[in-house]
């Protein structure tokens, strides 16, 4: 789908809740908007797609209901701020929105909004019902992740070179969904769980050498790092490749990128990628590589965490199940940057191209 | 001074230092580097500069003493891997650096280093004795902050408009020092603690209009992010403007661009920018631009934060202890993003004009 026809698609989805709420009220039927829930309950990890979904249960919100009068209108409010932002072409924070939103009401002292953490959730409602992502609300996120390669955008009018950005690469926003790609030239995407590894492989022309595309993502990656992952999978076919910490938290950064969160379940298939596959660090490349000196001790919380991923349904391979284990049973973990150990080049000219050649990979 | 001639001047303080301690051990002297003391007690304000800067105490690292043995070798390491870098033109980060210099000595269990908080602070450490920048060592810091407006600069051989690079903008390394500006098109420099009300003005093309260069540094500014407002002020002559939340961490963040802060007061006149000034938000704004609706209740930690400033000599006037003492006797604080109760684009066409045109700013 185009860019210009998923906006269209959004702008149809907010246009149909608003005439199907105003026939109910022309008909004088109890007006109501019908939500997926959201709840850990309806969390299912769905095998054949290898993603974490939400499942079939609904909740319905009614005007005429005590309990659901203000939530009511509190989305409308949402849906309509929404469709403002959209028909203008403007973007605005989701604290942006609260402050912008929140008044008392005439006659009253009754609040609109009294705190953001009542406008945070709405938006997520409506994600859900209307089966669009926040982003194409024009709501945003905080900016975070990088990335290098080359590529070339257009993004707000502007042509811009993902390989002729100094050392800087492109900052990602959190409206990947409007960037069209121009040129993608390349084999491969790259994603590195620090910006530190980032900024190494940049400086060493990696994605250039490995006709890559490379991605730092500064931690857990943001939204729209995830997208713009998803995106490079799915429209230019491209593998992907992560490449964490050797511990439990890498390891649940990459299945975030793989097969979702529980918090995001609903929007699990736009914005994760099933066919990523893991790089390292690996628990057995501190013994492959020689990084025994650069281990840090375990600590309990750590292994608390790695017990946890054992049981979980998409780390229930023998490949996962060994390097987690091994992790319990040694009680060590490893940073990316244990691999400067070996010399600071060690990474990209040694440690990444003989992975990629022998595909030597985590599923 | 260009930047290739400060990149040589740092050479030459490397070369010198290794020259010294070479030449000791020839004559049998006992090798020592001095140190300026980093300590509170050797921090003060300088008032006809502006900033904060260490003092003139200093102290000696002998190599025969053994309460200084190991870390005059840790000094010589760092300096050594710095100079490597240099030699190489690489970089890496100070987590790379700790673990490629983490090693056993030969026939000993003694490591050179146990953790990077052993090898951390002995950058500082050059950085004082060399009377240079971490960065021109080649050891960087995370990215953070970003950039906009009618500027042209030069980086690793590519040449980067930032008036080009659509919702983005150029994600600020920590290698401004070894930037180049080509082609400088603005009247000032505005600064904006949250990456939110950046996106909102450089969505609304708010540096064009305004012929400014736009900055976002997320929070406390990055040493990346300071140094890139100096060289903006004191290369290109143009007057630096800071927008915050209004309460005691906004100001402060205010005070760390202009004055510097004391954990850094050793680098402060070469990134701060003394002649900065706060354009808002005041706690005054909250009554002048009606929003009243939009404040939050000042935490005890606030208050407590509000008080110390007071005491601050760089904040010892007139209209500054009125703002706080206005914070502190009305017990309340307001966001940036509180602007947008008064519409999205308030802060761009409104309030912003209003305030460049009137000169209101607080030095």
């Known amino acids: 789908m185009t860019t210009q026809k998923k906006m269209e698609k959004v702008d149809g989805e907010l246009k149909k809740l608003g005439v199907k709420v105003t026939q109910e009220i022309t008909k004088k039927e109890n007006p109501n908007i019908e939500i997926p829930i959201r709840a850990l309950s309806n969390v299912v990890y769905d095998k054949k797609s290898g993603q974490l979904v939400l499942g079939s249960k609904t909740s319905r919100r009614y005007y005429f209901n005590v309990a659901h009068a203000k939530k009511f209108m509190q989305t409308l409010m949402v849906a309509s701020f929404s469709k403002q932002l959209i028909d203008h072409k403007i973007h605005a924070s989701i604290r942006d929105m609260f402050y912008n939103l929140k008044r008392t009401l005439p006659d009253s002292h009754e609040n609109t909004f009294d705190m953001q953490s009542e406008s945070d959730p709405i938006i997520v ?118 490449m964490t910490d050797a511990d439990s938290y890498g390891f649940y950064i990459y299945s975030v990128i793989k097969s979702g969160s529980i918090s995001l379940a609903h929007v699990s298939d736009r914005i994760s990628t099933p066919t990523a596959k893991f790089i390292g660090l690996t628990i057995s490349d501190i013994y492959e590589y020689d990084l025994k000196k650069c281990t840090i001790k375990a600590r309990d919380v750590d292994i608390k965490r790695a017990k946890e991923l054992l049981n979980y349904d998409w780390f229930k391979k023998p490949a996962w199940q060994k390097e987690i284990n091994l992790m319990i049973e040694k009680g060590i973990k490893a940073e990316i940057e244990a691999l400067s150990h070996r010399g600071l080049k060690f990474m990209s000219e040694e440690y990444l191209p003989d992975k990629l050649k022998k595909k030597k990979f985590l599923d």
């Open 125 to 242: 409602d409506l994600e859900v019902a209307l089966d669009v992502l926040r982003e194409q609300l024009h709501l945003t996120t905080d900016r975070k992740g990088i990335v290098a390669g080359n590529v070339q955008i257009k993004d707000r009018g502007d042509i811009i070179d993902w390989s002729k950005l100094g050392s800087g690469g492109w900052s990602i926003p959190s409206t990947v969904d409007e960037v069209d790609f121009k040129k993608v030239d390349a084999e491969s995407v790259i994603v590195v769980e620090k910006n530190a590894g980032f900024e190494r492989l940049h400086e060493d022309k990696f994605w250039q050498k490995q006709k890559c595309i490379l991605i730092g993502t500064g931690g857990q990656p943001s939204r729209g790092t995830r997208l713009l992952i998803q995106r490079l999978n799915k429209e230019h076919k491209l593998p992907v490749y992560v």
